[in-house]
């Protein structure tokens, strides 16, 4: 079956901190893994995706991903988080036509 | 340039009622997705519209069924809600077709059944 499973769901840094979220996926297919951010009172919207190629992939605001195909992951990391990254996080694969989505993580950071 | 736009923003309906939602792809997209993500989960994929055909649907029951137009909008009917359908209903769109492709989401509709 197809799922996106993602195990921290929530999660509480002082700024500055390191931040590594982690994402498991179960996909029979080729692989199209996509990280989305929704901050306070705004849409989803694109953070990073990895298609293929280098599997490590950055994304706006500093945020970077690796997908490791023999571990079936793709954790999001981020060397130093500001105040401004809090929001939901969520971790999805593309199937034909849908978005698996995971259950997400929310991320408070501290000032 | 608009993204994507849907209405309304909120809405509350009692059991039994049948509901609405309205959604305008971006500019340029063809392709219209809807997702429902219930409290404290992620987006669940409801099904997907391409040149007015459903063409994808996830594991809802028939009683959530759309439309989508000629300018590419889009309807999403509930009909008989339950207490379960409240929920955050989501619209993406994309242009079909592109190799890299990524979802643009609207805000959502937040419908309330009591």
């Known amino acids: 079956a197809q799922s996106v499973s993602q195990h921290n769901h929530h999660v509480i840094l002082s700024e500055a901190a390191s931040l590594e979220l982690g994402c498991n996926y179960s996909y029979g297919g080729t692989v199209n893994l996509f990280w989305y951010v929704q901050y306070p009172g705004q849409h989803l919207q694109l953070l990073l995706k990895?298609?293929?190629?280098?599997?490590l992939v950055k994304g706006i605001k500093g945020f970077e991903a690796e997908f490791i195909k023999s571990k079936f992951s793709f954790n999001l990391r981020k060397p130093s988080v500001q105040w401004s990254d809090t929001a939901e996080y969520f971790c999805?694969?593309?199937?034909?036509?849908?978005?698996?989505f995971g259950t997400g993580t929310r991320l408070k950071v501290l000032a | 340039d608009a993204g994507v736009t849907q209405s309304p923003t909120h809405l509350i309906k009692t059991r039994g009622q049948q509901v609405t939602l309205r959604c305008s792809p971006k500019s340029g997209h063809d392709t219209v997705s809807w997702y429902q993500q219930a409290l404290g989960q992620g987006p669940q994929f409801i099904f997907q519209y391409y040149e007015e055909e459903e063409r994808q649907r996830g594991n809802f029951p028939d009683r959530f069924s759309g439309h989508q137009f000629p300018n590419y909008s889009s309807e999403l009917n509930v009909n008989a809600l339950l207490l379960g359908d409240s929920a955050l209903y989501l619209c993406?769109?994309?242009?079909?077709?592109?190799?890299?492709?990524?979802?643009?989401f609207g805000s959502g509709t937040q419908l309330s059944v009591l």
């Open positions: 990895y298609f293929s190629g280098d599997p």
């Open positions: 999805a694969v593309r199937g034909t036509y849908k978005y698996i």
């Open positions: 993406a769109s994309t242009e079909d077709g592109r190799r890299d492709e990524k979802l643009f």
